[in-house]
């Protein structure tokens, strides 16, 4: 991990080198499109299928996942720059993580870069199925650009 300020890295197999440091099991993941230097709490939003409606999720937090995957799923696939009709969802369960994407999330990822930051597990609790939450602000460790070519292989394209 590097000292002192985050440096943006580019590997050639970013994805290999994020399953390697989930691994170690010291570090989780923030994926976004933008550029961060000081990741601070947001108020966190779930969506309620019984009521259709979107949530608070507690105090105002930085969330994190323990899967290098999530994060990278969840940088490049967003509907934030599309403005027509799109739909995406994340979940882990018995069988493990699994991914839904419209098509257009799909062929937009293949246009941007993002961003997975990585940081220091011990500055999070409250793990759940998928992610954890620190309500101080967490500086990355490293900063590790993704492409399309780093998603999951199991999306689920939704026609």
Do not use: W
């Not at 590097?2 to 390697?20: F, H, I, V, W």
């Amino acid at each position: 991990m590097l000292e002192g300020s985050p440096r943006t890295e580019q590997y050639k197999n970013s994805r290999e080198k994020l399953l390697a440091l989930e691994d170690e099991g010291k570090y989780v993941f923030h994926g976004s499109p933008n550029n961060i230097e000081l990741l601070e709490p947001r108020q966190g939003y779930n969506f309620n299928e019984i009521t259709g409606e979107q949530e608070k999720d507690g105090n105002p937090a930085v969330f994190a996942t323990q899967y290098a995957n999530l994060a990278i799923f969840r940088a490049l696939i967003n509907d934030k720059n599309i403005k027509e009709e799109s739909s995406c969802r994340s979940g882990v369960d018995d069988a493990g993580l699994h991914f839904t994407a419209s098509r257009n999330l799909l062929d937009y990822a293949k246009t941007i870069t993002a961003k997975i930051y990585v940081l220091d597990k011990n500055s999070f609790s409250n793990f759940d199925h998928i992610q954890g939450r620190s309500e101080q602000p967490v500086t990355p460790l490293e900063v590790i650009e993704v492409t399309a070519e780093d998603l999951p292989e199991n999306i689920t394209v939704i026609e």
